[in-house]
Antibody
Framework: QLVESGGGVVQPGRSLRLSCAASGFTFSTYAMSWVRQAPGKGLECVALLWSDGSERFYAESVKGRFTVSRDNLKNTLFLQMHSLRVEDTAVYYC?????????WGQGTLVTVSS | QSALAQPPSVSGTPGQRVTISCSGSTSNIGSNTVNWFQQFPGAAPKPLIHGNHVRSPGVSDRFSGSKSGTSASLAISGLQSEDEGDYYCSAWDDSLEGPVFGGGTRLTVL
């Protein structure tokens, strides 16, 4: 199971940190992803972190502003978001794996608005 | 614009068979496996197919996936009203060194 938290309403230019608490599987052995969905739009993987934290992937749209990290002892995935833009408004999902996305959280809504 | 191209919408009548296409390139579908997801309004995506054709646990055998070259397809047979929703394909992209999704296809059961 994956449970996201940390979403909310934030002004442009501000920061927000999302968390994803994992349970029911060996978190430390899986790559983990953040996938977002803007209102009425499709899915976009914005960040991916491999199981040992050695490698990361970021979508061009968030590169340099978002940072993905994990705490394998606390079974938690994080997404630190800086310099937020209106176009970052979306539901952010935490998903297991880098390929099959076989487990998803319920999502947390981030709204960037002045 | 999404890296993988899907038709915006498809429709069918109950009992009919429909297919949803997903077109990519040699750097994604042509080199890697394809996954499919189903999403209903207000809900998280649900995995349907991984590894081109392997159904996820609990998924009806009315759903099947295939891949040929740089394109993939999701077929739904015996269409039911509860199949109405959005469907997305995804694949790893070797050039981007990351995953890419299709833009999604809205399935309407008439």
């Amino acid at each position: 199971q994956l449970v996201e938290s940390g979403g909310g309403v934030v002004q442009p230019g501000r920061s927000l940190r999302l968390s994803c608490a994992a349970s029911g599987f060996t978190f430390s052995t899986y790559a983990m992803s953040w996938v977002r969905q803007a209102p009425g739009k499709g899915l976009e993987c914005v960040a991916l972190l491999w199981s040992d934290g050695s490698e990361r992937f970021y979508a061009e749209s968030v590169k340099g502003r978002f940072t993905v990290s994990r705490d394998n002892l606390k079974n938690t995935l994080f997404l630190q978001m800086h310099s937020l833009r209106v176009e970052d408004t979306a539901v952010y999902y935490c998903a297991r794996d880098a390929y099959a996305y076989d487990v998803w959280g319920q999502g947390t809504l981030v709204t960037v608005s002045s | 614009q999404s890296a993988l191209a899907q038709p915006p919408s498809v429709s069918g009548t109950p009992g009919q068979r429909v297919t949803i296409s997903c077109s990519g390139s040699t750097s994604n579908i042509g080199s890697n496996t394809v996954n499919w997801f189903q999403q209903f309004p207000g809900a998280a995506p649900k995995p349907l197919i991984h590894g081109n054709h392997v159904r996820s646990p609990g998924v009806s055998d009315r759903f099947s996936g295939s891949k040929s070259g740089t394109s993939a397809s999701l077929a739904i047979s015996g269409l039911q009203s509860e199949d109405e929703g959005d469907y997305y394909c995804s694949a790893w992209d070797d050039s981007l060194e990351g995953p890419v999704f299709g833009g999604g296809t809205r399935l309407t059961v008439l």
